[in-house]
Each structure stands twice: as C-alpha cells, then as structure tokens.
C-alpha cells in the first residue's frame, strides 16, 4: 500500500487529501500538521474549516485510510510520498518585507524530512511557492540525506475555496512538473498513478519543475488581474452612466475572452492572490524586469484602490462622515460559502470606515467574533504568520459590535455595507430592516447581489459597484 504523508492540514491539505483518501482506498493518507487545535478539530464532529461536502468525504475515509495526527515525524518517516502544504506567507521584514515569501515554514519542514528520513522519499510542493524554490528544497534534503534519495515535485493546487471539494472531484487539470531526468520521470508517474484513481490521463498536465511552479504563480495573477481590469472598468462606469453589467456581459460573450471571472465587486481577498502576484513582483525585480513587476504590481494597485474608493463612496454619500453613526457590515467572509477571511476586503473597509470613526454591526453567517476582532487588530501581512499574532486593540473593539443575525446587525443602523455575496442576504426583508433603520437608509453594495430597484422603491438609496448612481449620489462629492 502506498503511503502518503501531508504536512499542513489547512485549506489545502485537509480537503486534498481528504479526496485522494476517499478516491484511492488502496493508498494510506496521514495528514500532519504541529497545530493541536486543528489536528483535533479534523478528528471532531466540527472540522476546522466550512467547506460544502467536505464533512461527508471525511466521514467516509478518517479512520479507514484517511489519518489526522501530531506525530509529524512519525508519518513522515513511514510516508513514500510527502506532500508538504504549509503556509507561505509574504515576509513582514528583512530583505524584500512585504513582498518575498517567506519560506521559514517550508525549510523547516524540509529539514526535518531530512532527519527523520530512513528511506527514499517523493517529496511534493503543494504550497504556492516562488519558482525555483524546489533548487533550494534539493539542497536542504540532499545535504542531509544520509544517502537517502529524494525527488522533488511540484504539484500546485488549483481548487477555489468554497468548491473545493468540487473542483478537486473534476479538477480543469492536474499540474506535476519535476526533474526531466529518468529518475524525475519516474517520481512524476508515482504521483500520477495517484491522481489517475479519478482524474482522466489528458487533464493530467506534465511539465519541468520550474514551469510547474510558475504556472500556479502566472494563474492567479491573470485570475486576479480579470477581477483587476473588471474594477477598473467599474469606476469608468460610474463616472459615465454606463453600467457594469452589461458591460461584462457584453465583453465576456466573446469567446476569446470568456465569461467567468468578470464580475465587478469591492475588491478581490482570500490568502492567495496578493500574495502570489507580490510574490511574483518581486521574483520579476530580482531577475531585472522592472517593468515586468510594475505591470503586476497594477492589479494589486487596481484592487486597493476599489477597496478605499468604496469607503470613499459611503463616507461622501453620508454627509462626508460616519462618525458615530452605525454601519451595519453584512458579510465578513472573503467570498461566499466559506468562513475564510484572510485578506477579505471587509477588513480594509472596516478599518477605513473605523478611521472614520464609524461604529460598526458585523454578521457574517460563518465568521465568529473572535476572528473578526482579530482581523481588524491585526498589522498587514501578520495574519498568515501564526505564531505572531498581534495583540488585540482595545479601541477597536469598542467600536465594532458582531451579531449573529442580520436584522439585529441592521436595526437603527444608517447604512448597510454588503461585503459578502452569501445568498441569504438576497432573500432578507429589506422592508422590515428599512422599518428599522435611521433615515436616510442607504445600502452600499459591494457584491452588486441586490435587486437595487426593489431596493429604490421600499426607499433606500442605493450605491452598487460600477452601476449608474443615483441622483442622491451624483449631488454629493466626487469620489477619488
Ligand atoms: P493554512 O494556513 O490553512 O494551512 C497551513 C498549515 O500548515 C497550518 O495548519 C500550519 O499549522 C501548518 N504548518 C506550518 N508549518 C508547519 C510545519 N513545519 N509542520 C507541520 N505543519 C505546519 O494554509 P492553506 O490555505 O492550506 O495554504 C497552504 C499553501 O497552499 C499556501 O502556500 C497557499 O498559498 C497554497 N494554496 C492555498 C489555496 C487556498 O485556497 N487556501 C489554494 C491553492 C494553494
């Protein structure tokens, strides 16, 4: 039987391997990780992450073929194949803060494969990392080796949270690239005789490593620079009359472009985009194509400037202040169907909206209130360094209250922020939370999920990303 060890039960991990359990009984699969938390959450009724479908592929593997431990080393000595999917967050200081990745967790668990390896191994990338890095993986496990062989991977994840578990069932593609030498090549077919369990052999893509590894890095950044070019159409919107809309509609139906990935919001969130495209910005400054970063760069200068534009447009539409008046913030999620927050654009608009001394009501269905008063306290970038939280602010907590419902969220609030496209929000009583709030009501919606003329006719005004404004709107300050 083969055996395969996964170190990082995350968002990636856990639901990756929980599939290759489910889809392969004749492979033995222990996911690892140095968190008790989260190990004991993954063997509990109450998995650490919300994912649809996720609970039942668990229910059906774990205890079978499908393990959850601490004993990190322990798996990782029996294991043929060892997948490592650790964070790889963007470095908060020393040579290139703010932009490099940071591989602190990576080397560690690269060494410590090395000590306590007693025979050949597969060690696979499955964390997002910065190309080339499987160079520096080779050196860290073959110096220590003791004779022992180790063949690099890299095998990028492509799933989307919130349809993991779909998108790993029918995945577009599988991506393995490593080493064009026969022992590479060999690895490369033990990895995907793995995926060959479910996965149909043309959407099996080979490359070398180096590809590999870029490819996931050159994905998100064009997923990202979509959204990106989408936002910055938005505003040219606003400004004409033209609606955002019709406008992707009308762009997204030629089939050279496509129609996915075109929808305008308050900015793109979730852990990997700005990372990556950083990541990548400063790979490009490193090889000497200047230019080349300064395109990326763009799009993540494209999507903070959507987010504050958005605080920009609820602070002028308000008089030109918010302090002390209650904002109720719908949605705190990075993305609907999941309680992920990392880098969800709610945190910038909170905090722009906290500047401005606004008191602010937050529902999000799955997100505690522990977690979001941890987001709003957190400095840039430390959210995904685990073991340096940052302290809470007592000033912002004061400020932000979280409720478990959303007419309590709403009620006496003099405006509405939708952060998250969860589909209940859609079906709410909006006459009912209307009855309820201060006058003027306004509803900003940074989904464009809303149903604005049902909206207009109960008596909101109303403010949607990239639709034409309402006269309301129009008369107050323009927006920078
Ligand atoms: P995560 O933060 O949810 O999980 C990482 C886990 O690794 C944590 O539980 C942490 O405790 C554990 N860990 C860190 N160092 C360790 C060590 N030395 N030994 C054992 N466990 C250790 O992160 P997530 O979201 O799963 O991401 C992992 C990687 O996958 C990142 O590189 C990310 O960019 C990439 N990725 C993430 C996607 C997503 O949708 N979240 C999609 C595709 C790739």
């Known amino acids: 039987m083969v055996k395969i060890c996964c170190i990082g039960a995350g968002y990636v991990g856990g639901p990756t391997m929980a599939v290759i359990a489910l889809k392969c009984p004749d492979v033995e699969v222990a996911v690892v990780d140095i968190s008790v938390p989260r190990i004991n959450a993954w063997n509990s009724d109450q998995l650490p992450i919300y994912e649809p479908g996720l609970d039942d592929v668990v229910k059906q593997c774990r205890g079978k073929n499908l393990f959850f431990s601490t004993d990190v080393e322990k798996h990782v000595r029996e294991a043929d194949i060892v997948f490592v999917s650790v964070n790889t967050p963007t470095k908060t200081r020393g040579l290139g803060a703010g932009k490099a990745a940071d591989l602190t967790y990576w080397e560690s668990a690269a060494r410590m494969i090395a000590d306590v390896s007693v025979s050949d191994k597969i060690v696979v990338e499955k964390s997002t990392v910065p190309v080339k890095t499987a160079e520096a993986i080779e050196k860290i496990l073959t110096h220590n080796s003791k004779g022992i062989k180790f063949q690099i991977l890299s095998n990028p994840e492509f799933l989307a949270e919130g349809t993991a578990i779909k998108d790993l069932f029918n995945p577009d593609r599988v991506l393995i690239g490593g080493r064009e030498t026969p022992e590479g090549f060999k690895a490369v ?29 050159a994905a998100n950044a064009f997923l990202a620079q979509r959204i990106s070019s989408v936002n910055a159409m938005s505003a040219l919107c606003e400004a004409t009359g033209a609606d955002v809309t019709q406008v992707s509609y009308a762009v997204g139906t030629d089939s050279r472009i496509g129609p996915k990935f075109l929808n305008s919001s308050v900015g793109f969130g979730g852990s990997c985009f700005q990372k990556d495209i950083l990541n990548l910005v400063y790979i490009c400054e490193c090889n000497g194509l200047p230019e080349v970063a300064e395109y990326w760069k763009q799009v993540i200068k494209i999507n903070d400037y959507q987010k504050s534009r958005f605080v ?3 602070v002028s539409s ?24 990392r880098e969800t654009p709610a945190i910038d608009v909170c905090k722009g909206l906290l500047e401005d001394k606004a008191l602010l009501s937050i529902y999000d269905p799955q997100v505690t209130e522990d977690q979001i008063q941890r987001d709003l306290s957190m400095n840039k970038f430390d959210w995904d360094h685990p073991l340096h939280l940052q302290p809470m602010s007592p000033t912002t907590v004061k400020q ?11 009620k006496d609030a003099h405006g509405i922020c939708i952060m998250t496209e969860w589909d209940e929000f859609k079906n709410l009583d909006f006459q009912k939370i209307f009855d309820n709030m201060q006058k003027p009501a306004f509803v900003f919606d940074g989904r464009n999920i809303m149903n604005l003329q049902k909206l207009r006719e109960i008596g909101f005004i109303v403010y949607s990303i990239g639709k034409p404004l309402d006269d309301w709107l129009k008369d107050m300050p323009a927006v920078a």
């Open 312 to 314: 920009n447009r609820v």
């Open 400 to 410: 932000v209250s979280v409720t478990w419902d959303a007419y309590e969220a709403t």
């Open 318 to 341: 308000m008089f030109n202040s918010v302090s002390k008046k209650k904002i109720a913030v719908l949605g705190f999620a990075f993305k609907k169907d999941t309680g992920d927050t």
């Open 189 to 217: 077919q033990t990895l995907k005789d793995v995926y060959a369990h479910w996965v149909p052999e043309g959407q099996i893509i080979t490359t070398n490593l180096w590809s590999a590894e870029l490819s996931k890095l």
